[in-house]
């Protein structure tokens, strides 16, 4: 875990290295949008919490049911798997995650008010990293609320059933732990590009971020606690929320992308417009 957080923290402090690179802050804010961004974000989490106060686990007759046989190849593989040591690895990269964009944000919006007397990079880079996290939880958590799809060590015979009912083992698709760590990657690549246009620290920044994020998709299948694409879906979800809310609020694309997040009873997504 401490290496863990060591390399996250390290990778933050590599804003120091470039600051002398720095270009003009390219990101703002539009009250409008980021009003319904948070709001709609902050909906779709309430929505969630409310349904999923009604879930509850599977219990030991619906488990000993359940059969892979109608799986696809691609998820059948992680039936075999049962690791809690492993899930347990996986489920610290969260808050790794979490402690990486607080240092990145925090650290370049203290530097900008040294240099600029101003808080705006800070309070734009912080709004925009909420409003990306809570675009990018609340339709995960909205679609475990509404999904029931067994873990697939539910389905692994050689667990006892003992182990294989425990809490959220329906509660497989789509991913938290790859939706979260993509959103992580991905948002803090794309803010550091742009800030860092010429940095040649970019490649390594990328693939820094993009291999921990790979790699507690990994383990989220070698444990057993998700399918393959349970965390291809995380990953595709986190991964286009934060690539979208640094070019939303790009100045030259502020006035022209919409993004807009949707619920209904048989699903939910983001939706989005170009209005030339």
Known sequence: ???????????????????????????HLSPARDAILIGSGSLLLQFSAMGHNEKVRMEAPEVEALSSGGINFIDKVATRYFDPGLNTLRESFEPASAVLAAAAVGTYGIWSKVSTHTWEAAKTLGLMYLEGLYLSCGPMLLTKTLVYRPRPYTYNTDVPVTDR???????????????ILFYHSVFLSTVYSDLFPDSSLKPWIWGATLSLATFS????????????????????IGGAVGYLIPRLHKSEAREHLVMMPWASSSGCGLSLSLAL
Request: aromatic share 18%.
């Open 1 to 27: 875990m401490k290496r863990i957080l060591f390399a996250f923290i390290l990778i933050s402090q590599l804003f120091s290295v470039s600051y002398g690179q720095k270009t003009a802050f390219p990101y």
């Open 165 to 179: 009912v425990r809490g959220a083992n329906n509660e497989s698709f789509f991913s938290g732990n790859a939706t």
């Open 217 to 236: 998709g990994y383990l989220s299948v070698r444990s057993g606690w998700h399918f393959p694409t349970d965390v291809l879906t995380g990953a595709l």
